[in-house]
């Protein structure tokens, strides 16, 4: 089956650039978005199409794309972005008939 | 502004089956895709399938199929999802999560429900 891998955990001080990674082989056929999630809560949408930011999410998120790796990043990172962190996309078919989510990636504020 | 609300905590024994219900306000609930995705304790997001609130059409994930069963209520703007056969594993949280609209082949989500733990325990 398909899947999407991302690193267990990422840590950086404040105010630091942080960086999460998300490889698939059908990342360069199919967008890809990326989730926030603190504890007890619901996922939050950061990203969408690989590097679009929905309204209300700070500046400092974005997310870029290469090959088969996008990449969320968070620059000038505070302590309320200590979450975890998902990336999701389709299947591999490219016919919307699945969904698949990376295994989600714990950012860790110093 | 639009919500969407669960639901409340349920407990079953292995075996049985479990309904959750969803109620979706604030846009036109048959323009968008409802999801449903469950985390387990400790996990990360599982996703379970969607239905087309217009249609009444779905989709569900392989591992789902035969045990789960997405319905909706366009007169009360409500999705539900039912589970059989419950197992220990299915111990979860789930969440149902809107869609793109029905008219764009897209796969994201927007809007979450709050979640619904679904505890399976003899």
């Known amino acids: 089956s398909y899947e999407l891998t991302q690193p267990p955990s990422v840590s950086v001080s404040p105010g630091q650039t942080a960086r999460i990674t998300c490889s698939g082989d059908a990342l360069p056929k199919q967008y890809a978005y990326w989730y926030q999630q603190k504890p007890g809560q619901a996922p939050v949408l950061v990203i969408y199409?690989?590097?679009e930011r929905p309204s209300g999410i700070p500046e400092r998120f974005s997310g870029s794309s290469s090959g088969t790796t996008v990449t969320l990043t968070i620059s000038g990172v505070q302590a309320e972005d200590e979450a975890d962190y998902y990336c999701?996309?389709?299947?591999?078919?490219?016919?919307?008939?699945?969904?698949?989510f990376g295994g989600g990636t714990k950012l860790t504020v110093l | 502004q639009v919500q969407l609300v669960q639901s409340g905590a349920e407990v079953k024994k292995p075996g049985a089956s479990v309904k959750v219900s969803c109620k979706a306000s604030g846009y036109t609930f048959t323009g968008y895709y409802m999801h449903w995705v469950r985390q387990a304790p400790g996990q990360g997001l599982e996703w379970m399938g969607w239905?087309?609130?217009?249609?009444?059409?779905?989709n569900y994930a392989q591992k789902f199929q035969g045990r789960v069963t997405m319905t909706r209520d366009t007169s009360i703007s409500t999705a539900y999802m039912e589970l059989s056969r419950l197992r220990s594993d299915d111990t979860a949280v789930y969440y149902c999560?809107?869609?793109?609209?029905?008219?764009?082949?897209?796969?994201?989500?927007?809007?979450w429900g709050q979640g619904t733990l679904v505890t399976v325990s003899s």
């Open positions: 999701q996309s389709a299947d591999s078919s490219g016919t919307y008939r699945g969904v698949v």
């Open positions: 199409k690989d590097s």
């Open positions: 999560a809107r869609g793109p609209p029905v008219v764009v082949v897209a796969t994201y989500f927007d809007y």
């Open positions: 239905i087309n609130p217009n249609s009444g059409g779905t």
